[in-house]
């Protein structure tokens, strides 16, 4: 197996050759990089925690703790985005109501 890490503007770059396997590569932004590795065990790769992620189904109780480490200023970037996402979607339904 291969594992090829790059980064390049906070966006990571993943390729993952195995054997008998298709290789895709994927970009993600940092934050999901690092959300993604505190998930990741110990052994697993990054493939697999996805994987397993994926399959647990998206358990709420599973993310209970993942973010008490974050900052205050992390966290007032995180609500700014979501404030920011609601209000572009807003923006998109009044554009939609008005056609």
């Given at each position: ?17 195995g054997r008998n ?7 993600i932004t940092e ?69």
């Amino acid at each position: 197996m291969t594992y090829v890490e790059t980064a390049l503007n906070s966006v990571y770059t993943y390729t993952y050759t195995g054997r008998n396997m298709v290789s895709k590569t994927i970009s993600i932004t940092e934050d999901v990089y690092n959300l993604l590795s505190k998930m990741k065990l110990e052994d697993e790769s990054f493939s697999d925690a996805i994987s397993r992620l994926i399959r647990s189904g998206g358990k709420l109780g599973e993310c209970a703790g993942l973010w008490k480490d974050m900052s205050k200023e992390e966290l007032e970037e995180l609500e700014a985005g979501i404030k920011g996402a609601r209000r572009s979607a807003d923006e998109r339904l009044r554009k939609v109501e008005i056609s």
